[in-house]
C-alpha cells in the first residue's frame, strides 16, 4: 500500500473514492489494520484508492485532520471527507462504508 505525503495528498485525494490510513510504523494495531486495508483493496480493485499517511513523517498533515489517535481512517469523495473512523475497523464495517459511496 502507497505511503503519501503532504505534497502528493491534495493530488491523491481529489478524484474518486479514496480511503486514507493515518498510522505509524510503531503501532501496533496500525500493523493490525494494514492487511485488512489490503484485503479491502483487492476486493474493490480500482473502485477505490487507499493510501497511507505516517503521522510521524507528516505531521502538520495529521494535525490539519484532527488526528489525535491513530489508526484514523478518513473516506474522501472526490477531495471531500465523508466519514472518519478512529481504531480498528473490521473488513466488512469498512467494506460497508465504501460501498455507501460507489454508484
Given at each position: 500500500m502507497e505511503i503519501i505525503t503532504e505534497k502528493e495528498f491534495e493530488n491523491?485525494?481529489?478524484?474518486?473514492?479514496?480511503?486514507?490510513?493515518?498510522?505509524?510504523?510503531?503501532?501496533?494495531?496500525?500493523?493490525?489494520?494494514?492487511?485488512?486495508?489490503?484485503?479491502?483493496?483487492?476486493?474493490?480493485?480500482?473502485?477505490?484508492?487507499?493510501?497511507?499517511?505516517?503521522?510521524?513523517?507528516d505531521e502538520k498533515l495529521a494535525r490539519s485532520f484532527g488526528i489525535m489517535s491513530i489508526p484514523t481512517m478518513i473516506l474522501f469523495v472526490d477531495g471531500q471527507k465523508k466519514e472518519k473512523h478512529v481504531g480498528l475497523w473490521s473488513k466488512q464495517d469498512v467494506v460497508d462504508t465504501i460501498s455507501k459511496y460507489l454508484p
Open positions: 491523491k485525494t481529489k478524484k474518486g473514492v479514496v480511503l486514507v490510513d493515518f498510522f505509524a510504523t510503531w503501532c501496533g494495531p496500525c500493523k493490525m489494520m494494514s492487511p485488512i486495508l489490503e484485503s479491502v483493496q483487492e476486493e474493490f480493485g480500482e473502485k477505490i484508492s487507499i493510501f497511507k499517511v505516517d503521522v510521524d513523517n
